[in-house]
């Protein structure tokens, strides 16, 4: 199981992801935004970050750190693959993100991905915890 969905939206695309803890879902959230990018199967993992993001509550979390990664992704130029999320609260996260920098030999670009939004977002904590996002395309 990938932990997350595509989901059909009129003019963008939407996630809607799963995991036993919000960490996870978070991280299969991630996982789907850029499989919506390129193909994950391409990322080799050979460079990391540490990521740290800050928000107000959980909504505004899932929001800056979808958006952290599009950063990483715009100005280094760099694909992630895998998210651990080590440490995670409702305002705050710390993660290790794994992946490499982009080869247009290796990974076609399948969309262009502007941003997370906070139209229909949903963050739903319990057994499984869900996450849904609308990203700008």
């Not at 595509?6 to 991630?30: C, K, P, Q, S, W």
């Not at 490499?100 to 991905?113: A, L, Y």
Request: aromatic residues 8%.
């Amino acid at each position: 199981m990938t932990g997350f969905q595509i989901l059909d939206h009129t003019a963008d695309i939407g996630i809607r992801a799963t995991g036993d803890t919000l960490a996870e879902a978070f991280a299969h959230g991630a996982r789907g935004m850029f499989s919506i990018i390129t193909d994950l199967d391409t990322i080799q993992r050979r460079e990391s970050r540490r990521v740290t993001v800050d928000a107000p509550d959980v909504e505004a979390l899932l929001v800056n750190w979808l958006n952290e990664l599009l950063y990483l992704y715009e100005v280094e130029g760099i694909l992630f693959a895998d998210f651990a999320i080590e440490n995670m609260g409702e305002q705050q996260l710390t993660a290790t993100c794994t992946g490499e920098r982009v080869d247009h030999q290796r990974h076609p670009i399948k969309t262009v991905v502007k941003a997370a939004t906070y139209h229909a977002l949903e963050v739903t904590v319990g057994r499984p915890c869900h996450v849904q996002f609308i990203l700008d395309v």
